[in-house]
């Protein structure tokens, strides 16, 4: 508990701070969760508070999951123009679906990786 405010015609109101050491949590739990990236969602908490980190070890692991989904990407890319002939067209609906996706989620792991190095900060807020 940081404060007790007391306002007129109003009730108590209790104001909380994190300790050193929660903050301390924080950044080991943000830079687990950047680690074992596991596509968006994954990292939707530590985005908002990744301005707690060191933005330098952040945006560095960020950067390595862009690397590794672009490889990922290129993977695809060569197995699918093996397999492309030898498929039904359900599988193409498929194909195109998942790649897509993949495109996507890199497309917005660079922007946040981006706004991690640049540091995009307005009054504490990201700004894409």
Do not use: C
Not at 14 to 38: C, H, M, N, P, W
Not at 86 to 115: C, G, S
């Amino acid at each position: 508990m940081i404060e007790v405010v007391h306002e007129e015609n109003r009730p108590a109101r209790t104001v909380y701070g994190i300790t050193d050491k929660g903050r301390e949590v924080l950044k080991e739990k943000i830079y687990k969760s950047l680690a074992d990236f596991q596509g968006i969602r994954s990292i939707y908490s530590s985005v908002i508070f990744i301005k707690y980190t060191d933005l330098e070890k952040s945006a560095y692991m960020l950067a390595e999951q862009v690397a590794k989904l672009k490889e990922k990407i290129a993977h695809y890319d060569q197995v699918w123009e093996q397999l492309e002939n030898k498929t039904p067209p359900a599988f193409h609906l498929i194909k195109d679906y998942t790649h897509n996706q993949m495109r996507v989620e890199l497309a917005w792991l660079e922007k946040v990786t981006k706004f991690v190095q640049d540091g995009l900060w307005l009054d504490g807020r990201f700004e894409f």
